[in-house]
């Protein structure tokens, strides 16, 4: 399972002051040299925490992959293009949202996604759509022509007691099963964290996590080094 590593918290730290420490293109830079598979940044309408000289900056530096999270809307289309990372995410965005709060509606919104998909394979970009565990939003993704499916874990995360853990990881394995079944690539992510990380591990569909709060929360104690080794070692636990 490869392992992407979401800086967006740097960027609020940041934020915070109103400076530019601590910065997170430098951070990411530092986890590529540690081993993660790619950076993920989400540039928010609100601009609440990655800006756009982040991104652009991020594009001419990293050297693994940029996954840029983004709200399927036509000034964030438009940057998208223009910057080409290698994977767009689709994600739903509110404003009073404390992080993203679960997937985007891909058949209620199936014609917005259908042009925005279009828009960004024009420009070389491919499209994940992060969604939850449902088999007809995997089905209505297809049909669109993402290349990826991002599952939502979140649920997985929150749920507490055995049976509903298991139920969870059920709903996403299923799921991952169905999606691969359909030629998507399998990515993951939202609250996974170093223990909930040692029973999905097992999933065989999924190709690759997201992670930012646990990882980036970790590096406080540890550094950053080992935060993110001892995540690579999880991540590559079934491989
Ligand atoms: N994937 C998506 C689509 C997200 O929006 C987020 C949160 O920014 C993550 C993964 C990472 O979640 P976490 O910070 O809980 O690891």
Known sequence: MRFCLNVDHIATLRNVRGEV??????FALMAEQYGIDGIVV???EDRRHINERDVRLLRELVTTKLDLEMAAIGEIIDIACDVRPELATI?????????????INVIDDINNLRNTIHALHQSEISVSLFIEPDLNQIDA???????FIEIHTGHYAN??????????????RVAAK???????????????NYINMKEFVAIPDI??????????????????????????????MNS
């Open 159 to 172: 749920a507490i007691g055995e049976e509903n853990i298991f139920d969870e990881l059920e709903r996403v």
């Open 91 to 103: 994600v739903p965005e509110r404003r009073q949202e404390l992080t993203t709060e679960g997937g």
């Open 42 to 44: 989400h540039l928010r």
């Open 178 to 192: 169905h999606a691969k079944k359909l030629g998507l690539g399998v990515n993951a992510g939202h609250g996974l």
């Open 141 to 147: 993704s297809a049909e669109i022509n993402a290349d």
């Open 21 to 26: 420490q601590p910065d997170p293109v430098t």
């Open 207 to 236: 190709d690759e996590v997201s992670i930012g709060h646990a990882v980036i929360a970790r590096s406080l104690f540890v550094g950053l080094e080992l935060a993110i080794k001892e995540m690579i070692a999880l991540t590559r």
